[in-house]
């Protein structure tokens, strides 16, 4: 059922702090994700400060991916955007092939 109510600006308050409540969320999520990551990417001496930043390469996604599965994955050296996307899709496919259980 929906609430009921007084007015618009009644509603534009609730909408505000539905919106202010899951940005909190959201950013306690990220920040234990975050901790999460570094937890494992200390292993092999790594670390990240913002997990879209830090991982949109794929060199750190490739790391934690090591760590975790203990399987060492290949990567591309340049720093092009060439590179870094195929970086990424390393990581997609080992994550597919594991699910399927390839690996």
């Known amino acids: 059922m929906w609430p009921s109510y007084q007015d618009e600006h009644e509603?534009?308050?609730?909408?505000?702090?539905?919106?202010?409540?899951?940005?909190?969320?959201?950013?306690?999520?990220?920040?234990t994700f975050t901790k999460w990551v570094n937890k494992h990417l200390m292993k092999v001496r790594k670390h990240i400060n913002d997990l879209y930043e830090d991982l949109r390469d794929g060199h750190n996604l490739i790391s934690l991916l090591e760590v975790l599965s203990g399987i060492k994955l290949p990567r591309e050296k340049g720093r092009m955007r060439f590179h870094r996307l195929q970086n990424v899709q390393i990581a997609l496919d080992f994550l597919k092939q594991y699910r399927d259980g390839l690996w």
């Open 11 to 31: 509603f534009n308050a609730h909408l505000v702090c539905r919106m202010c409540c899951m940005d909190e969320r959201d950013r306690v999520q990220k920040k």
